[in-house]
């Protein structure tokens, strides 16, 4: 089976990093998470990664617990998708995977500027690109800059991973009578109120007819199974 999408977004939580640890990351779910990575560039994929930071600070929650003005808390947020960023690189690299880390904020000592063109450079000679620092934006998510970032570099599809197997009625987790979606549209989505992703990403892609997935990450495969076009989680179009 050939890939059905080229070149992905692939949007992965900070919380999903660290597995069942509280707090910081899982050595394990970073390796099995690059495993499936790689697979995908064997594959010809040219794959770009977006990573929140909400195993070590999440700037909304974050700044109403201590109290913090909501932009220095959200900066604080971007800092922490870089510590991750940095992390899965390292991750790929050990297991031959060419990377690039860019970031919205500049931090040259670590990571190159975001830089559209370059990034798209980087994916056709088949390195994965890792975009850190959200949009270099407070009060914009690593969600909306998942798909600002699909939109700037002519990205086909959105891959969100989380730990369901796709978008439900209810949390799943909570509510068993929970119905699961299997497609959705754009419009349906945010009237429903939906929280698996902000109303500004969803938005974003409807206004670009920019395909969103969501799946489970938990099952190893999925993310090629979704690449290859199996029916996997849910797709949002």
Same mark, same amino acid.
């Given at each position: 089976?050939?890939?059905?999408?080229?070149?992905?977004?692939?949007?992965?939580?900070?919380?999903?990093?660290?597995?069942?640890?509280?707090?910081?990351?899982?050595?394990?779910?970073?390796?099995?998470? +690059?495993?499936?990575?790689? #697979?995908?560039?064997?594959?010809? =994929?040219?794959? $770009?990664?977006? *990573?929140? @930071?909400?195993?070590?600070?999440?700037?909304?929650?974050?700044?109403?617990?201590?109290?913090?003005?909501?932009?220095?808390?959200?900066?604080?947020?971007?800092?922490?998708?870089?510590?991750?960023?940095?992390?899965?690189?390292?991750?790929?690299?050990?297991?031959?995977?060419?990377?690039?880390?860019?970031?919205?904020?500049?931090?040259?000592?670590?990571?190159?500027?975001?830089?559209?063109?370059?990034?798209?450079?980087?994916?056709?000679?088949?390195?994965?690109?890792?975009?850190?620092?959200?949009?270099?934006?407070?009060?914009?998510?690593?969600?909306?800059?998942? +798909?600002?970032?699909?939109? #700037?570099?002519?990205?086909?599809? =959105?891959?969100? $991973?989380?730990? *369901?197997? @796709?978008?439900?009625?209810?949390?799943?987790?909570?509510?068993?009578?929970?119905?699961?979606?299997?497609?959705?549209?754009?419009?349906?989505?945010?009237?429903?109120?939906?929280?698996?992703?902000?109303?500004?990403?969803?938005?974003?892609?409807?206004?670009?007819?920019?395909?969103?997935?969501?799946?489970?990450?938990?099952?190893?495969?999925?993310?090629?199974?979704?690449?290859?076009?199996?029916?996997?989680?849910?797709?949002?179009?």
């Amino acid at each position: 089976m050939k890939p059905i999408y080229k070149r992905i977004v692939l949007k992965l939580s900070g919380e999903a990093l660290q597995g069942k640890k509280q707090h910081g990351i899982d050595p394990a779910i970073c390796l099995s998470f +690059a495993k499936q990575v790689k #697979e995908l560039v064997d594959l010809g =994929v040219q794959v $770009a990664l977006v *990573v929140g @930071g909400g195993n070590i600070f999440r700037g909304e929650a974050h700044s109403k617990v201590f109290n913090m003005d909501r932009s220095v808390a959200d900066y604080m947020g971007m800092l922490a998708t870089v510590i991750n960023g940095l992390a899965l690189q390292d991750t790929l690299e050990k297991i031959g995977v060419p990377t690039r880390v860019q970031t919205a904020i500049e931090m040259q000592r670590i990571a190159e500027p975001y830089i559209r063109r370059k990034a798209i450079r980087h994916l056709e000679k088949g390195r994965v690109v890792i975009f850190a620092a959200g949009t270099g934006n407070p009060y914009f998510t690593t969600d909306t800059a998942a +798909a600002l970032r699909a939109m #700037e570099i002519n990205a086909d599809a =959105v891959l969100k $991973a989380t730990k *369901v197997d @796709g978008i439900y009625s209810a949390d799943p987790m909570k509510d068993k009578s929970a119905k699961k979606y299997v497609s959705l549209k754009y419009i349906d989505f945010l009237k429903k109120g939906l929280k698996v992703m902000d109303a500004t990403s969803i938005s974003l892609c409807m206004d670009n007819k920019l395909a969103i997935i969501v799946f489970n990450l938990n099952r190893p495969g999925n993310i090629k199974r979704v690449v290859l076009g199996e029916k996997v989680g849910t797709i949002v179009k």
